[in-house]
């Protein structure tokens, strides 16, 4: 079965700060034509921080939910930046945690219906506290869990972050492989 | 340290087939205000289906990566659906397998700094094919992959979407564990 669509035309309906919305036109693989309607967004990186069997989560209010939930320390990346330099760049500036090596985890595409967001994840196994920098606005408190206990808390329903379950479900996995 | 954002205002700058965008503004922690961005989403459903050591997976293109990717089966949520009955609808529509258990595996949140989505996710490990039955305008693939090659395709990167790789890691490390 052929599954590609062709764009035949694309408007800009917004261009915001973290996110721009695209309405796109599409031709299907029977030639109908259907509305596809885009979130553009630079990307974002993540990092796992493991230590000492613990690993390094924020507690951040997030408006689309409007509540407080559980991540790994991320953010979006700048314009040009790598990838893996922002994950470096807001791990410190978030968490006051400074790492010379990242490895690569894996990346996800949260969700591909509509969202072109790539995020990176790495991880880091070895860190050393330098102190946080958060922005002016930016409110944030990071903590160190035991891997057991954030996984019962996934378990529980209590993390739900998308890239922060499947990073520790990766380093779980491989740490029983 | 506050976290709570209190919302000021709302305008809902589209609402489409897809998504309704809004712009919000928001008291922070310190008394600023913050223009959030915020894609609404319905929700969408999910399904692990595994059967003698083999996952199904589909092939679907996606308009926002301009190419075709893998995914589980999954499907936006109609309005008053229960996420288990909209995971047992897609399963059928798009993969043509029925079945009579779904148990809960994980909800994810996919992107929480700009989207409300949670993307409920299922597991079937018993199910029966009954004919697939795909909308006119829609395009899948539909295939069964060994559990360990789908892991080896996430760890060469062909394996991307979220609730994919979520639920992939969290059934294996559960079957580790």
């Not at 791990?91 to 591909?112: K, N, W």
Request: proline share 3%; with cysteine.
């Amino acid at each position: 079965m052929k599954l590609e669509e062709q764009k035949i035309s694309q408007k800009i309906l917004y261009e915001g700060k973290v996110i721009t919305v695209l309405l796109c036109d599409a031709k299907l693989p029977n030639g109908h034509v259907a509305l596809r309607e885009v979130v553009h967004h630079s990307g974002g990186a993540a990092v796992l921080l493991v230590h000492d069997g613990k690993v390094l989560l924020e507690r951040q209010f997030r408006f689309p939910y409007d509540k407080v939930i559980w991540e790994i320390p991320a953010g979006k990346l700048n314009k040009g930046e790598e990838p893996v330099a922002a994950a470096m760049r807001e791990l410190e500036e978030e968490t006051g945690f400074r790492t010379a090596e990242l490895r690569h985890l894996v990346d996800i595409y949260p969700s591909p219906g509509y969202t072109d967001e790539v995020i990176y994840i790495y991880l880091a196994e070895d860190a050393e506290s330098v102190g946080v920098r958060l922005d002016d606005d930016e409110f944030i408190n990071a903590q160190f869990v035991e891997l057991a206990e954030a996984e019962r808390m996934i378990e529980r329903g209590e993390i739900n972050d998308a890239k922060t379950v499947a990073a520790i479900y990766k380093y779980l996995y491989s740490k029983k492989a």
